[in-house]
Each structure stands twice: as C-alpha cells, then as structure tokens.
C-alpha cells in the first residue's frame, strides 16, 4: 500500500464548476501538507501549503487537512481552462524532509 | 519561474552512458532535492543536501551520485544507464532558518532520454 493515495483520474468539469481534489495518507507522522500543480512537461508548481490540520485559502482555492481522518482536500472555485493540468498532493514528517507524492489527478476543464 | 534552474533540458544517451545533471537553489536556499518522476513510479525522492553535506537518502540507486558545492549548486551523477532510467530529473530548494516551514520549490526539470 502506498503511504499516499490519490484517484488519478482523469477529471474533466465544465468551466466555472468548483472542483475537489482529495488525498488520502497513511502515515500519522505527516505534518506538512502540500499541492502543487504541474503543467504537462513542466516542474511542479506550489500552490498551497498548510501546517497540521485546518484550512487555507488563496483567492480561489481553498486547502483542507484532517488529519484524524488522515484526509486533505483542494478545492478550486470558479474553475477555469487554464487551470487544466495534473494536481500533485504532497506531505513530510518534518522541516526539511522529502516529500511524499501522490499519483496525481489529471484535471481538465472544458469552456 | 520558481528560482530554481535546470540544464540540460533535455539529454539524450545510450545504454552504459553517464551523464550529469546540474541545479542551482533558489539565491539563499540551503538545501537541495532531488526527485525522479516516472510514469509507473510518479514523484520519487531520491537524495537531500543541506549546505555540502548530505542529509538523506530515498530510492536512489547506487549507480546515481550527487553532491552540492560550496557555492551550493548541486549535480547528479548517474552511471552505467539503462533503458528504465528514461524520466524526468527534477531538483527541488526550500528556505532555510525559517521554522516550521518545509516548503520545497522545484525546477524546470531535465528529461533525460535513455536508447
């Protein structure tokens, strides 16, 4: 089992939807809570980051960790085509660990 | 752009080749990660540097070798190459003295191409 598991989709909403991402980890020891996105070919792109549990939001997209359910989530509201791209999870245990990576979900959002 | 710079961009080799990938941090960023990425394998830490010295180890073959120089810039060395060392290199800095922060912000990338 992978210590981080997340649907690779592929996603495809209407623009304007609001989409949610989710990941799902098994080690309790994760602390920091990552999402990057990344552009076919490109490097990943930070676009949250939280600390522990709780929410974060940036304009439009709002992070969520529950860690008792071991369980972080990135919604993306008012969803638009160049938001298209793959959106990675990504988690560590501590300050200048490794990170953890999901799969990727694959999203498409279509005008 | 995240800071962090890449070369090659592309690199295209034969089976038994070695070639080194090169990365430099963000300006004041202290460590340095590598990462591989694969389509089967996804996102796989592979080495950490802080300031010179190396700090940890992921899945890295013993074909692979890196080091970070005194001007913090950092290579990756990989030897002998196979057909299944074809993926995207990716070189990732994250701030130093700052608390409880972990945020790591990656480069361009180099594809290397093994035939």
């Known amino acids: 089992q992978k210590e981080v598991e997340q649907d690779p989709g592929p996603l495809s909403v209407p623009e304007g939807a609001i989409v949610s991402l989710n990941c799902t980890y098994s080690?309790?020891?994760?602390?920091?809570f990552m999402w990057y996105r990344q552009y076919s070919r490109k490097g990943p792109e930070l676009l949250m980051y939280?600390?522990?549990?709780g929410n974060k939001e940036d304009g439009r997209f709002t992070a969520q960790v529950d860690k008792s359910s071991k369980y972080i989530s990135l919604f993306i509201r008012d969803s638009q085509p160049s938001d298209s791209a793959t959106y990675l999870c990504?988690?560590?245990?501590?300050?200048?660990?490794?990170?953890?990576f999901g799969q990727g979900t694959r999203l498409t959002i279509n005008p | 752009d995240s800071g962090v710079t890449q070369t090659p961009k592309h690199l295209i080799t034969a089976t038994g080749q070695r070639v080194t990938l090169r990365c430099s941090p963000r300006?004041?960023?202290?460590?340095v990660y590598w990462y591989q990425q694969s389509l089967d394998q996804g996102l796989q830490f592979l080495i950490h540097?802080?300031?010179?010295?190396?700090?940890a180890k992921g899945n890295i073959l013993e074909r692979f070798s890196a080091q970070q120089f005194p001007d913090l810039h950092s290579e990756l060395n990989l030897s002998s190459l196979e057909l299944g060392d074809s993926a995207l290199y990716f070189c990732?800095?994250?701030?130093?003295?700052?608390?409880?922060?972990?945020?790591?912000?990656f480069g361009p990338g180099t594809r290397l191409t093994v035939l």
């Open positions: 990732a800095s994250s701030p130093t003295g700052l608390a409880g922060v972990n945020e790591q912000f």
């Open positions: 080690n309790s020891a994760f602390q920091y």
């Open positions: 939280t600390y522990s549990s």
């Open positions: 990504a988690m560590s245990p501590g300050e200048y660990q490794k990170l953890v």
């Open positions: 300006s004041g960023d202290l460590s």
């Open positions: 540097y802080y300031n010179g010295e190396e700090r």
